[in-house]
Nanobody
Framework: QVQLEESGGGLVQAGGSLRLSCVAS????????MSWYRQAPGKQRELVAF???????YYPDSVKGRFTISRDRAKNTGYLQMDSLKSEDTGVYYC???????????????WGQGTHVTVSS
């Protein structure tokens, strides 16, 4: 099994920045993709950043140019740098990773518990 734990959320004024972290832990696993999603109150969960082991990166237009996803493979940690935050960025941010545990032939999707981000206008 793999556990994902997010941190770094909080309250920030519009125009400010936050850096979220996602630490993956467990025994003998590898990570293929790592993504960040967010869920605003009353809305569906949406993808805000994606990266994979090949280095592909994707952002939706809503965050492009403001959010930056990165990974530290040695630490099994992913990051989401969020700049120029807007009130519409408010929500719970979740880390998602497709991981293969030793002894398994396939990747599984794992989720963290989420971290709250509130942007005040």
């Amino acid at each position: 099994q793999v556990q994902l734990e997010e941190s770094g959320g909080g309250l920030v004024q519009a125009g400010g920045s936050l850096r979220l972290s996602c630490v993956a832990s467990g025994s003998d696993f590898s990570i293929n993709t790592m993504s960040w999603y967010r869920q605003a109150p009353g809305k569906q969960r949406e993808l805000v950043a994606f990266t994979n082991s090949a280095g592909t990166i994707y952002y939706p237009d809503s965050v492009k140019g403001r959010f930056t996803i990165s990974r530290d493979r040695a630490k099994n940690t992913g990051y989401l740098q969020m700049d120029s935050l807007k009130s519409e960025d408010t929500g719970v941010y979740y880390c998602n990773a497709d991981c293969k545990v030793s002894g398994s032939n396939y990747y599984r999707s794992f989720w963290g518990q989420g971290t709250h981000v509130t942007v005040s206008s």
